[in-house]
């Protein structure tokens, strides 16, 4: 009985490991035909080195960029996004070309399209320099406007810095025997004294000539009157230094003193 029982536990011992080993090599054999397979997703992930030979190949150096994925857009350092090479470039615009500068001659054509000589107190004056010009302008004309007109010629003592040193020219302009005089003591000549008023420039400077001769310093000044001139309005589209040498060959022609230089019309 005892050998019985022996013989069953040895038959139970020898059963459980043949189970057991017959289990493990039936998956061991399973596990041997199983295929890995990976996800479609994955990228394969290419050497340093790869890329550089890759690149080498490749005509200009330009790397061929592989289209199994897609691959995210790199930023900037500056927080834009970068594109791509295989995205469509951004048509530049060209810059609008600035316009060239009209040449100097031209410049001076369009400032001066028109130009204007006095003021001419005397009409009769007025009549012969437009006859003189309409000559090279036949579109010349008179116009008459309120203007600053010279009106005799004032022989002046220097204006002084202040009235009290304007009174003490007074005295020694009376020490030297000077007794027709007058002291401006408001206006644009205060501090001037006046040593005469004279009708013409050529009599004044005569006057004035006497005085420098007493060593006394004087100047000629034109007295300005606010009256009615005339004008010489000229039309012109040349430039306005060929006007100037017409005037300049024009001043030996007028028998009642030289032109007045050309201004701008306003």
């Not at 001139?229 to 040498?245: F, H, I, Y």
Request: glycine share 4%; with cysteine.
């Amino acid at each position: 009985m005892k050998y019985v029982f022996y013989i069953l536990i040895l038959v139970n011992v020898v059963f459980f490991l043949w189970e057991n080993n017959v289990t493990r090599s039936a998956d061991s054999a399973d596990g041997s035909y199983q295929e890995l397979r990976l996800p479609h997703t994955v990228e394969r992930i290419a050497l340093f080195s790869e890329h550089s030979a890759l690149t080498e190949k490749t005509p200009g150096g330009i790397a061929l960029a592989e289209a199994s994925t897609t691959e995210a857009k790199p930023e900037q350092t500056d927080g834009t996004t970068a594109v791509s090479d295989s995205e469509p470039a951004q048509e530049t615009v060209p810059p609008v070309p600035k316009e060239e500068a009209a040449p100097p001659e031209l410049a001076r054509a369009s400032e001066g399209a028109c130009f204007q000589l006095g003021p001419l107190a005397d009409e009769s004056r007025a009549l012969e320099v437009l006859s003189l010009v309409k000559t090279h302008s036949d579109q010349a004309s008179l116009v008459k406007k309120p203007s600053d007109l010279t009106d005799g010629w004032w022989v002046l003592f220097p204006k002084a810095q202040d009235i009290e040193v304007a009174k003490s020219n007074r005295r020694m302009l009376i020490e030297k025997g000077v007794t027709d005089l007058w002291l401006f003591d408001k206006g644009p000549l205060q501090g001037a004294i006046s040593l005469g008023l004279f009708k013409t420039r050529r009599r004044a400077e005569q006057a004035q000539k006497q005085f420098t001769e007493q060593s006394i310093i004087t100047e000629v000044v034109p007295r300005q009157v606010r009256n009615e001139a005339q004008w010489v309005r000229v039309p012109w589209t040349r430039p306005a230094s060929e006007l100037e040498e017409i005037l300049k060959s024009a001043d030996a022609k007028v028998t009642s003193g030289q032109l007045p230089p050309p201004v701008p019309c306003d």
